[in-house]
Nanobody
Framework: QVQLVESGGGLVQPGGSLTLSCAAS???????MGWYRQAPRKERELVAT???????TYADFTKGRFTISRDNAKNTVNLQMNSLEPEDTAVYLC??????WGQGTQVTVSS
């Protein structure tokens, strides 16, 4: 049974940092992994993706503030988020090939 479990969300002040982690299990092989987010009353949107070889893509709003990385041996993907803004408040979800999804972890940026 495939499973994606996110962790690392929480409450942070504007300008702060968080690192999200996602652990994948039950997969024979994992291709592209990604982070997405969904804010209240908004559609889910791409944050960043990373291929198995390490090629990355980022949404424009990350503006160099976010860094995605993965460990193929551990089947994990991380999202380092710096200079967080209130607009970054959302549920952040991990995905494999946009076919398998985790439950999400809440990130709230507020003073």
């Amino acid at each position: 049974q495939v499973q994606l479990v996110e962790s690392g969300g929480g409450l942070v002040q504007p300008g702060g940092s968080l690192t999200l982690s996602c652990a994948a299990s039950g997969f024979f092989s994992i291709g592209t992994m990604g982070w997405y987010r969904q804010a209240p009353r908004k559609e889910r949107e791409l944050v960043a993706t990373i291929s198995r070889s390490g090629r990355t893509t980022y949404a424009d709003f990350t503006k160099g503030r976010f860094t995605i990385s993965r460990d193929n041996a551990k089947n994990t993907v991380n999202l380092q988020m710096n200079s967080l803004e209130p607009e970054d408040t959302a549920v952040y979800l991990c995905a494999v090939e946009t076919h398998y999804w985790g439950q999400g972890t809440q990130v709230t940026v507020s003073s």
